[in-house]
C-alpha cells in the first residue's frame, strides 16, 4: 500500500473568493449557510437541492443533483468549508456537487488531497481511510535504501518523510520533495539493475574480429540504387566495429523507409565473407518473409546461402533447414524470434541483427549472444528514440542514426477528420482505386467489444465488403490468423489481387506495398503518435502521392493535439518525443516488452534531469563496486532484485 502512488493531486489547501473563482474551475471555499435547502424537480427521476450561501465577495448555491438527504445537513448560520465546481447559470453562481465540511472540522479540506488509481467498488476516500492506517502504522518500518553518502550529496529527504508526504503532503514543497527522493531511488535502482543485466550478459566482451574485403564496395556498386551519405556514413561506423576485436553492440535508427535493411545486408555480407554466419530476426512471419524475398536475390548473386526459419515451416522443413545450419551449410539465417529457441546451433554465428528491437527484451539478447561466441550484434528500430532514453533502453549500444530518406520519396499527405467525413473520405478511396492505386485500412480490434466502443476490423470488412465497396475486391488480415493465412492475404495485395486490405496494426511493421498510396485509420486516437506514424510509412514507398487518412472520434483537446502533431511533422524523432511527452514511456515502448519493468513513480521523459544524475551515480557505483558487494550498496542489490522478478532477474549476479 505505501508504494501504491498518487496518479495526481487536488490542492484543497488554497482557499478562495467566490468572486474571484474561475468559472468551469474546482476552488475550495469558506462560506456561511443563509437560509433552507430547496428542492427542485425539473423532471422525472430527477431532483436538485439549492442551498443559499455567502461568503466575503457575493452570494451563490450549493447545487446537488438526486441527493435530497442532504438538506438537513445545512442549518441558517453554520459555517462550512467547500470545494467543487464553478458554475453560472444565468446571473446565478453555483457550486455544483460539492465536498463540504463543518469549518471546526479538519481531514479532507484545507489541504493537498491526493488522486489514486481507482476500480469498480473503490472510491478516492476508501483508499485514503486505507492509507491512513496503512502510513500511521506501516512507516517507521521503512529503512533506507539509498547509502548515506547520496543522501548528503544530493539532500535527499528520508525514506520515511517521502512516503509520509507522497500520500499527506504538509505543503507543495514538501511533496516535490517527497516525489524527487521516490524517483530518484527508482530510476537509481532501474538503471543499476540493466548495467548489471548487461554486465552479466557480456562478461567477455571479446569478440570478432572480421577481414576486410573489397567485395564489400563491389557489393555496394553492384546494388540497383545508390546509398544515401547517412547510409554510406553508418555503413563505415559498422565495417570500423567489425574490424576490431571488441564485440560490436551497435544500434540503428532510422525513421520509416530510411533503407535500414539494405545496412544489415551489408554488413551481413561482410560476416559471411570473413567465414562466419549470420542471422536476422524479425519480429513477425510476415515481415521476416519479406526480408527473406528482398534479400535472397542480392546474396544469391554472390554465391551466399540464405533461408527462412519461421513457425509455420513443417517439421520435416524445419529440421532439414536446422540440420543444415548446425553443418554450416547456411550462410544467412532469417527468421522470427524461433531462432533463439533452444535446439537450435549455429556452426559459426558471427552477427546477430535484430530488427524492430522494441518487441525483443534485454533476456532474448543475451540469448542471442550465446548462440555463438560473442558475435557482433546489431539492433534496428524504426522508432526513434532521444539518446538519454536509448542509455536506458540500450545502455552498452554505440548509436548510429540514419537521418536522412532516399531521394525521390513524396511526403504523405496526413489529414485528420470526425466520422462525419467518412463518407467523402470513401468516395476519395474510390477514385484512387479506380486510377489503378490500393487502400490500406486499420482498424484498432478484431471482433466487436461490448466494454470498447470501437470499431473492429471484422465489423468494417462486413460493411465495406458488403455494401460502400462492393465492386472492388476487399481483404481482411488480422492477428488471430495463422502465418499461412496471412501471407496468403498479403501476397495477393502485393500482387494487386486485392484493392483494398482491411486490417488490425498486424501490418504496423515493414510490410511493403509500393502500390498502395492511402492508410485509413479508424479510431485513431486510440494508438500511439509513433505507432501512428508507423502505420503510415506502410504508404508513400512508391512513385505515387501518398495520403494518410486519421479517423479521430474523441473530442478531447489532447486528442486534437495529437492529430495536429501527425499533420504538421513527418519527423520520427520529434514525433517519439511528443508522444512520451503526451503518453509516458510505457505505452510507447512497450516497457514489459522491452525488458523494463513498470515504474510506480518516476517517467523517463519528463523526469529526465533525475535520469541524468541517477545514470553519473550508477555508471560510479559500476565502476567502484561492480556486484554491488560494499555494505552501503546490498539494499540497493535487494531492491534490484525486487524490480526484476519478472523481466530477467536470472541475468544478475546472485
Partial sequence: MLKFF?????????????????????????????????????????????????????????????????????NIGDIFKIHGKINKIGMELQVTNPIFEKKELNSNLGRIIPLYSLTKGLTNNDILKIMTIAVKENVDLLQENLPLYMMHKYNLMSIKDSIKNIHYPINSEKLKQAQNRLKFEELLILQLGLFMIKSSSTTDNKGISFCKFKDTKKMINSLSFKLTNAQTRVIEEIEKDMDSDKQMNRLIQGDVGSGKTII????????????????????????ATQHFKSLEPIFDEWGIKCELLIGSLTPKNKAKVLEKLKNGEIDILIGTHAIIQEGIEFDRLGLAITDEQHRFGVKQRAILNKKGNNPDIIVMTATPIPRTL???????LDISIIDELPPGRKEIETFAIGPNMIERMNGFIKKQILEGRQAYIVCPLIEESESLNLNSAQEIYTELKDNTFKEFKVGLLHGKMNSKEKDEIMQMFKNKNLDILISTTVIEVGVNVPNANIMTIYNSERFGLAQLHQLRGRVGRGEYQSYCILINYSKNKIARER?????????????????????????????????????????????????????????????????????????????????????GEDLILN
Wanted: charged share 30%.
Fill in 6 to 74: 498518487p496518479k495526481e493531486y487536488e490542492d484543497r489547501s488554497r482557499f478562495s473568493l467566490l468572486k474571484e473563482s474561475p468559472i468551469g474551475e474546482k476552488a475550495s471555499l469558506e462560506v456561511e449557510i443563509l437560509g433552507s435547502g430547496q428542492i427542485l424537480k425539473p423532471r422525472k427521476n430527477m431532483s436538485i437541492l439549492k442551498v443559499p450561501f455567502k461568503d466575503n465577495s457575493g452570494q451563490g448555491y450549493l447545487t446537488f443533483f438526486n441527493q435530497e438527504y442532504l438538506k438537513n445537513k445545512f
Fill in 264 to 287: 544489415a545486408a551489408i554488413a551481413m555480407f561482410k560476416c559471411v565473407k570473413s567465414g562466419y554466419q549470420s542471422a536476422m530476426l524479425a519480429p513477425t512471419e510476415i515481415l
Fill in 390 to 396: 536509448a542509455l536506458i533502453l540500450y545502455g552498452d
Fill in 563 to 647: 492529430m495536429r502533431i501527425l499533420q504538421d511533422s513527418t519527423d520520427g524523432f520529434k514525433i517519439s518525443e511528443k508522444d512520451l511527452e503526451i503518453r509516458g514511456p510505457g505505452e510507447f515502448f512497450g516497457t514489459r516488452q522491452h525488458g523494463l519493468p513498470e515504474l510506480k513513480i518516476a517517467n523517463l521523459f519528463t523526469d529526465i534531469r533525475i535520469l541524468k544524475i541517477v545514470q553519473k551515480e550508477a555508471l560510479e557505483i559500476m565502476r567502484i563496486d561492480p556486484n554491488l558487494e560494499r555494505l552501503e550498496h546490498q539494499k540497493l542489490k535487494i531492491e534490484i532484485k525486487n524490480m526484476f522478478k519478472d523481466v
